[in-house]
T-cell receptor, first 113, second 112 residues
Framework: SQTIHQWPATLVQPVGSPLSLECTVE??????LYWYRQAAGRGLQLLFY??????ISSEVPQNLSASRPQDRQFILSSKKLLLSDSGFYLC????????????FGPGTRLTVL | LAKTTQPISMDSYEGQEVNITCSHN???????ITWYQQFPSQGPRFIIQ?????VTNEVASLFIPADRKSSTLSLPRVSLSDTAVYYC?????????????WGAGTKLIIKP
């Protein structure tokens, strides 16, 4: 069966510090991968998606970037965090077309102070 | 660009049928409509997806009228454990990048 891992589960970082969140998927090949952010009490905002290694589509221009160095690995990064980067970061994978059924990871709660 | 609108919150009682409607007036021709359920501090979980008319699975039904400008998620005989936030999602592939447009979510509270 397929599983998706995210780490860390929680993270507290000072403003201006770098960020690296990692997501890995097991049990499937060539998945579509997604990074979302969810502010407290709000809906989901799609940040990036990827249909293959090295292929990244950005939905929202900001100080975040994403990379997919391996088929089942998706990394979200920032060189300098802002207070507004605080939120719940979710990674998801899906098969088939973009927008099909997505399976979400447990999420990372990021607080920028 | 597609946009989705859904009620902020709804209340119901155990054993009742609950219908949550999402409007997506500007949905593109090839876009599907998907609904997810989310519990606090967890990632959303897929409920159902459809393109037109009616789709039913073991947990819900999805009704989509012919003009596809709205969709209704129907939860039969809800229980306390159905208390959650429900999101509708539509895709938009008319720009350079395919976009996924999530609604703001409907907080459903089930009372005993």
């Amino acid at each position: 069966s397929q599983t998706i891992h995210q780490w860390p589960a929680t993270l507290v970082q000072p403003v201006g510090s770098p960020l690296s969140l990692e997501c890995t998927v097991e049990g499937t090949s060539n998945p579509n991968l997604y990074w979302y952010r969810q502010a407290a009490g709000r809906g989901l905002q799609l940040l990036f998606y990827s249909v293959g290694i090295g292929q990244i589509s950005s939905e929202v221009p900001q100080n975040l970037s994403a990379s997919r160095p391996q088929d089942r690995q998706f990394i979200l990064s920032s060189k300098k965090l802002l207070l507004s980067d605080s939120g719940f970061y979710l990674c998801a994978w899906g098969a088939g077309v973009i927008g099909g059924e997505q399976f979400f990871g447990p999420g990372t709660r990021l607080t920028v102070l | 660009l597609a946009k989705t609108t859904q009620p902020i919150s709804m209340d119901s009682y155990e054993g009742q049928e609950v219908n949550i409607t999402c409007s997506h007036n500007n949905i593109a021709t090839n876009d599907y409509i998907t609904w997810y359920q989310q519990f606090p501090s967890q990632g959303p979980r897929f409920i159902i997806q459809g393109y037109k008319t009616k789709v039913t699975n073991e947990v819900a039904s999805l009704f989509i009228p012919a003009d596809r400008k709205s969709s209704t998620l129907s939860l039969p005989r809800v229980s306390l454990s159905d208390t959650a936030v429900y999101y509708c999602l539509v895709g938009d592939n008319r720009g350079n990048n395919y976009q996924l447009i999530w609604g703001a979510g409907t907080k459903l509270i089930i009372k005993p």
